[in-house]
Every structure is written in C-alpha cells, then in structure tokens.
C-alpha cells in the first residue's frame, strides 16, 4: 500500500515527482471526500458541508459559493459541523466567499462547534472576522437581527 500511497500523491517510491495519470487522480479521490448541499431558510441561503475541505476539494466549495452570489444570494450561513478536516486553501476560499458577499453589502457566517476546527479559527484570527455559531438557527437569527 506504501507504493499505491506513493503514486497518488504523485511522488515516486524514492521521492520523486511523477506525471499524473487518471490512476493516480482516481486513488486521491477514494481519499478525498466532499458532500455540499445548499437551501435556503427565511431568505438565507445556508450551505451544508460534510467531509474534508482541503486543496483537493476546495475548489468545489469556491465554485458553489460563486455560483450561489451570482445568483444574487449574499446572505450565507456555511455549515461546517460535519467537516472533518480544513487546511489553508479552504480557508481562503471562505475568506473568498466573505469578500464577494460583502461586496454586496452581504454576510457569511459559519456554524462550527468543533474545537479541533475552532482552532484554527482562533489561531488565524478569523474569529474576528466570521460571524461563527452554535447552529444554523443560531446563525441565521442572529443575521436576522442584524437587518
């Protein structure tokens, strides 16, 4: 399995870099995981994340979250209580997500409850900048009361 971890992150036994092939996109899928839904509550659009936002999958939050503010939804509340696992590309892609709703004089906020993923937050100093709740009625009441 060492080798088979070895050609899907696109590294050769000895460390060195190989071509990618379809083989090896396909083993690093099986690994990766990500589930978005999206609906909208009281006129707040509120996306669901399950599994792991990393520089794999990231993209596919990005292209949800531009999708949903060209559709003229600039109130967001991003679910994040079944994310297990958030690097720095998903980070910029919510501060992204952040900057083009606020460009709309829009929201994003974020429903995390995880410390493991709080942390990050904290140590980033992203606390500062996101609205982050308990739940997703937390959330979109306290939007709510903010109009």
């Known amino acids: 399995m060492r080798d088979g971890f070895a050609r899907a ?16 996109r396909m083993a690093r899928e099986e690994f990766v995981d990500l589930k978005l839904e999206h609906h909208t509550t009281d006129g707040i ?9 990393d520089v794999y999958t990231a993209p596919r939050l990005r292209e949800l979250l531009i999708d949903l503010v060209n559709s ?9 209580e079944k994310v297990e696992f958030l690097d720095s590309t998903g980070l910029g892609v ?3 997500g952040l900057k083009r709703v ?12 995880q410390e493991r993923i709080l942390k990050i937050f904290r140590i ?18 306290a939007r709510k009361s903010e109009k």
């Open 9 to 24: 992150s696109g590294k050769a036994a000895g460390g060195t870099p190989t071509q990618a092939t379809t083989e090896d």
């Open 45 to 53: 659009e509120v996306v669901d994340v399950e599994g792991e936002i």
């Open 72 to 80: 003229g939804h600039y109130q967001l509340v991003v679910n994040m």
């Open 94 to 96: 919510l501060v992204g």
């Open 102 to 113: 606020r460009a709309h004089d829009g929201s994003l906020d974020l429903v995390c409850t």
């Open 124 to 141: 980033t100093g992203l606390t500062k900048v996101f609205g982050i709740h308990d739940g997703v009625d937390e959330a979109i009441a």
